[in-house]
């Protein structure tokens, strides 16, 4: 890893436990050991180190979004690898997750959350075209959110978590029996 790189992690992790406004570029420099010249040497500012910090989830739920419009004839069909995908990304990118669910208000003029807010917004909308039913888009909607508010507050170390495999598996699972439940059988489980 590089010294940049170091940074980098360092301060996404700062940002996602103590968040971004209560992080200074000194935390983050004791957090790698070097200088608070060095971290600005490497980066101009604080907003320019959390867009840098933010880029690889946004990236990765970039090019997860450009895939959905190819859903295919079948709307349902699309939903496992949206599922699979989705928890991927997120779980790969959970401290970035953190920072986004639980600041984004805080954060909203910080054009980094606002490209972020810009690929939710993006989901929800191919959802809602690709949904068979409100129902489905509805199921849909509180899965994923939920795997994002999991993930984002699973940063918590006072608590103990369910091993990384393990929990993909669990999201993955309920995310598949959120959009595939058929209404029938939700009806007879009542």
């Known amino acids: 890893m ?3 790189d170091t940074i980098l992690q360092a301060a996404l992790e700062r940002f996602a436990r ?3 406004l209560g992080s200074s570029i000194q935390q983050i ?3 790698v050991g070097t200088s608070k010249s060095s971290v600005l040497y490497h980066f101009e500012s ?3 180190l959390l867009e840098a910090a933010m880029q690889p989830a946004i990236d990765a739920m970039s090019a997860l979004v450009a895939a959905l419009p190819h859903a295919g004839p079948d709307k349902l069909e699309a939903v496992p690898a949206l599922a699979t995908g ?3 990304v997120l779980m790969a990118h959970s401290a970035a997750v953190s920072v986004f669910v639980t600041q984004r208000g805080a954060l909203r003029d910080v054009p ?3 490209r972020a807010n810009a690929l939710v917004d993006a989901i929800a909308s191919t959802l809602v075209q690709e949904a068979p039913s409100a129902r489905v888009l509805t199921r849909v909607s509180i899965g994923l ?3 994002a508010f999991i993930l984002g507050d699973a940063l918590d170390d006072d608590r103990e ?4 495999a393990e929990m993909r598996e669990i999201f993955i699972d309920t995310l598949l029996e959120l959009c595939l439940a058929q209404p029938e059988s939700l009806e007879s489980a009542r």
């Open 2 to 4: 590089t010294t940049r």
């Open 29 to 31: 420099a004791d957090d």
């Open 161 to 164: 978590h369910v091993h990384p």
């Open 18 to 20: 103590t968040g971004y």
């Open 86 to 88: 989705f928890v991927d």
């Open 46 to 48: 604080k907003e320019a």
């Open 145 to 147: 959110a939920g795997v």
């Open 112 to 114: 980094v959350i606002g």
